[in-house]
């Protein structure tokens, strides 16, 4: 299912779609969809859904297979801080570290980004009201959606 | 920033297209036993029943561990466990789902690290050993896929057995290298290891010197490192030590045939560990005579470097001096699949590349090195 949203910043349209029910997606898990030729990754972790480009933009590891880790953090030896459990992927590859919300690369945070996509959960009930056109989705009133921006 | 990953992309894209009609020679792949029952068909009833009740004994703290925890199971690329099952690299069907085809692999050089035979400390069963994973490599890898080549693995530090083997495995005509370890028991160059050099000139096959191994020495000249993150710098330590043990005990100039693969070091430290021979060699000539050139010539001509783990300077144009110094002719890519630190041949080089220096690092190289057809 998609949609023409609002402009974005940069003036160009998003199209808003429809990729996976809430529940389909176990906590911890993943899915791995194509919207508009692009391979995305969307994440459920901590009752938030997150979507990233499946592609790691160092070596290009599908980021499907990154572990999901802690942010560990450290001010002097012998002492740690753990957060944010969940929201960490670590690449499967060579163990880049990318934030899920953001896609802000930990090796090179300046420079190196996973492409993150705005994330939005609707009734399916706010979706049957429309102007929404199912696609290749099908939506019911009874489910909730998990819906990114493109 | 987006600027800046539109323009990432598109360069990659541009290289993509370049690389698809690119065959690629790759220099380093991880073959896996699925279970160790694979090498019975290959190995004595006496050595099957050894395996079993004793198992393997290098010289480390550990038998059925590294000494140093690997930053993901069996070092191997999280994506890179078969669906049916067996550790990563024991399935050749995945295998070339994964990377032969994807990666459009013309030829790839089986590098086997399963137990460890170049450091078995019981060396009649190294020998043992050695024998059923040559034939394993040939028998299960190679026939059933000709793109892959094996290499003639051999427990160094039984010289006779492992000239024997290489004399062996030469005989068919399959091998395409003799592979030996960086930390054996004494450095490569000592003349205990010569009969090696001597047997692989005759084979027309060039050395493989693969990192990892257990001497049982510390893995840095500092001793024993705490960390994992430490330890990994020790691949190229190791190698560089035997760059210099190999060129100032002469070895090239007594195998004036033999050709020298440093295969999983990186090749960063080349131009450093190059400058700095050829100044003590200036200095100190006469006390090592037999060493008649400059040793950066030597490494010019007789030594080639594959590229993974590819070296990733801050400025990714530094990459290009690095290159040209040691010189485009003397890199052959490798991937290191399965395992964590795989390069991919698409993504791995952060630098243009022209076209005539990417046909000769990803495939005229090695196939000069190799003589492939």
Known sequence: MATRAQSTRWGEAMVRHVVATTSEIAPGGNKVVTVAGREIVVFHVNGEFFALRNRCPHEGAPLAK??????????????FQRSRVGEMLRCAWHGWEFDMRTGQSFCDPLRVRARAYAVAV????????????????????????????? | MADVLERADAQGAAAVTAQDKLKVIDCDIHPSLHARADLYPFLAKRWQHHLETYGGHLRTPFTSTTPYPRSSPLLA???????????????????????????NIEF?????????????????????????????????????????????????????????????????????QVNISPRANEPLGRRRYWPLYAAAQAANLPLGIHVGGYG??????????????????????????????????????????????????GFGWVPAISWRMDKHWQ?????????????????????????????????????????????????????????????????????????????????GNARAVYALG
């Not at chain 1, 572990?67 to 030896?77: M, Q």
């Not at chain 1, 609707?122 to 493109?150: C, H, M, N, Q, S």
């Not at chain 2, 049982?216 to 043990?245: D, F, I, R, V």
């Open chain 1, 66 to 79: 990154a572990a999901c880790v802690a942010h560990l953090k450290s001010d002097e030896p012998g002492r």
């Open chain 1, 122 to 150: 609707e009734a399916g009930e706010t979706l049957a009201k429309g102007p929404y056109v199912a696609e290749t989705f099908p939506v019911t009133v009874e489910e909730r959606y998990v819906l990114i921006d493109i």
């Open chain 2, 77 to 103: 690329r999280r994506d890179a466990w078969p669906p049916s099952g067996g550790p990563p690299g024991s399935n050749l069907a995945f295998m070339r789902q994964q990377h032969l085809d994807p990666i």
């Open chain 2, 108 to 176: 790839g050089m089986l590098q086997v690290l399963d137990l460890l035979v170049v450091s078995q400390q019981n060396q009649e069963f190294g020998s043992a050993l050695q024998r059923a994973i040559n034939d394993w490599q040939l028998e299960c890898w190679s026939r059933p896929e000709p793109r892959l080549k094996p290499s003639i693995l051999v427990s160094q530090d039984h010289v006779e057995a492992a000239v024997a083997e290489i004399e062996r495995c030469a005989a068919t005509g399959n091998y395409v």
């Open chain 2, 216 to 265: 049982g020495h510390a893995p840095t000249g500092g001793g024993w490192p705490s960390y994992y993150n430490e330890e990994h710098h020790s691949n190229a330590h190791s190698m560089a030590a035997q760059l210099t043990s190999l060129i100032i005990e002469g070895v090239p100039e007594r195998f004036p045939r033999l050709k020298f693969v440093f295969i999983e070091g």
């Open chain 2, 283 to 363: 200095r100190f000539r006469d006390e090592v005579p037999h060493v008649r050139r400059p040793p950066s010539e030597t490494v010019r001509e007789r030594f080639w470097f594959t590229t993974q783990p590819i070296e990733e300077p801050e400025h990714a144009g530094d990459l290009r001096a690095v290159i040209e110094w040691i010189g485009v002719d003397r890199l052959l890519f490798s991937s290191d699949y399965p395992h964590w630190d795989y390069d991919d041949a698409h993504s791995a080089f952060k630098i243009p590349l022209t076209d005539a220096e990417r046909r000769k690092i990803f495939n």
